[in-house]
C-alpha cells in the first residue's frame, strides 16, 4: 500500500483495531556548507609557441601551398633537387610581422635563403635575400605590417626569380651577368618561379635545410 505523508495527525484503520500514528514530515538534512573554490593560479603572460613542420613537401604556387596554422612561430623544411621552393600559407592576427632565417627568432638554414611575403592571393608584398644575422649566419630577414588574414611565406635558395601571368618578373634575385644583385621588378601575383642567373640548379643548388622564426613584434 502507497503511504502518503503529512505534518498531521492521521488515523490509520485496519481490521479489527483503531490505531492512531502521529506521523511527522521527515526534516530534508541540511545540506554542509558549500566551500568555497581555491584561488586560481595566476598564469604567467607567456606566448603561446605553435612550430609548424613541412608535411611532407610543400608546394610552390598559391592555390596548392601548405597551410601553416594561425599565428605560427616557425616553420621547418627543406628544398632540393627538383623542389627548390616552398610556399606555406598561415592565418595572421595582425601587427608587425618578422620572419628570418639568419639566427634570429630562433631560425636557422644552411643555404643562402631568400623569404618572400605574399597576401592570400599571391600578391607580392615583400622579401629579402642577404641579411646577417647575430651570430654570423648569412640568411634572411623580413618585416612588414599586415591586417588581420591569410598571407603567404615563400622559402626558394639564392638565385631563383619570380613572375607574374605575364612573364613580368616581381622578383629577380641576380643580374644578368650573375652577380650577387636583386632586383624588385614592381608588383604582381606570383605565377612562376625562374631561375634568374648562371648557372643552372643543377650546377649551382642554393638547397638545404632550413628553420623561419615567425613573430610578432611589438610596436
Given at each position: 500500500m502507497k503511504r502518503r505523508f503529512f505534518n498531521q495527525t492521521r488515523t490509520s484503520i485496519a481490521p479489527g483495531r483503531d490505531t492512531k500514528l502521529k506521523l511527522q514530515m521527515i526534516k530534508k538534512p541540511t545540506l554542509p556548507d558549500v566551500l568555497p573554490?581555491?584561488?586560481?593560479?595566476?598564469?604567467?603572460n607567456v606566448p603561446m609557441v605553435m612550430p609548424?613542420?613541412?608535411?611532407?613537401?610543400a608546394d610552390s604556387l598559391p592555390a596548392d601551398a601548405q597551410y601553416a596554422g594561425a599565428n605560427v612561430?616557425?616553420?621547418?623544411?627543406s628544398t632540393g633537387?627538383?623542389?627548390?621552393?616552398d610556399l606555406f600559407r598561415f592565418t595572421w592576427d595582425g601587427g608587425l610581422l618578422e620572419a628570418a632565417t639568419n639566427?634570429?627568432?630562433g631560425s636557422s638554414c644552411d643555404f643562402d635563403t631568400i623569404l618572400f611575403l605574399f597576401d592570400s592571393t599571391g600578391l607580392y608584398i615583400t622579401s629579402n635575400r642577404y641579411n646577417r644575422g647575430p651570430d654570423g649566419l648569412a640568411g634572411s630577414y623580413i618585416s612588414a605590417n599586415l591586417s588581420a588574414g591569410d598571407y603567404l611565406l615563400g622559402i626558394t635558395g639564392y638565385g631563383f626569380a619570380i613572375s607574374d601571368s605575364g612573364g613580368v618578373l616581381i622578383y629577380d634575385a641576380r643580374d644578368a651577368s650573375g652577380k650577387g644583385f636583386q632586383h624588385d621588378n614592381g608588383s604582381?601575383?606570383?605565377?612562376?618561379?625562374?631561375w634568374?642567373?648562371?648557372?643552372?640548379?643543377?650546377?649551382?643548388?642554393?638547397?638545404?635545410?632550413?628553420?623561419?622564426?615567425?613573430n610578432k613584434r611589438k610596436s
Open positions: 573554490a581555491p584561488p586560481l593560479t595566476e598564469t604567467p609548424y613542420t613541412e608535411i611532407p613537401d612561430t616557425s616553420i621547418t623544411g633537387a627538383g623542389d627548390y621552393q639566427g634570429l627568432l604582381g601575383i606570383l605565377t612562376s618561379w625562374g634568374g642567373g648562371t648557372p643552372s640548379p643543377a650546377a649551382d643548388p642554393s638547397t638545404g635545410n632550413y628553420t623561419i622564426g615567425i
